[in-house]
């Protein structure tokens, strides 16, 4: 057999096309099951505070660890919006009480996003693994792109050899 450099070239371009494409669903995958992580990075888009109130609390029948509890707040412009949240309580660590008075994370460009400062705080690994994920489909996107387009032009220049 004949070893033909432009075959290879071909063979390559195609392989690197089709791995980009392949992973693209794994990093979505993986950005989907950190979706607080979405959360996060818009509220870090510009982000806002403001007081909130805890207004009902509620322990987990099968795991007393595990709180969940209901807060209300009022932004500046005058939307008032009620969100759930939980908490893994550890038995050092008091537990939230109605009346309580919390602080609360939102974005003001998307009114939908918002999240307790605790869980805010706390969500960094969910906000670098959703970012890497975005960025890494992206990434895969323009790889893949680049492939093709050199794998049209290189089909193109094969007419003349």
Known sequence: MVYYPREEQRDFLFTLSSLSIWMIPAFAFIAFLVQSGASIAVIK??????????????????NSSVELYEYSFSTPSGHTFIGTAEQ????????????????IMYSPLHSGFYVPR????????????FSFCILAIFVLLAVSLYALIRQ????????HY
């Open 45 to 62: 888009l510009w982000p806002a505070s403001a007081e909130g109130v805890v207004t009902a609390v509620t322990t987990m029948k099968n």
């Open 88 to 103: 893994y309580q550890q038995p050092a660590q008091a537990g939230h009480s109605v009346g309580q008075s919390i602080e």
């Open 118 to 129: 605790e869980i805010y705080e706390g969500s960094r690994i969910n906000f670098l693994v």
């Open 152 to 159: 049209c032009s290189h089909a193109r220049e094969d007419l």
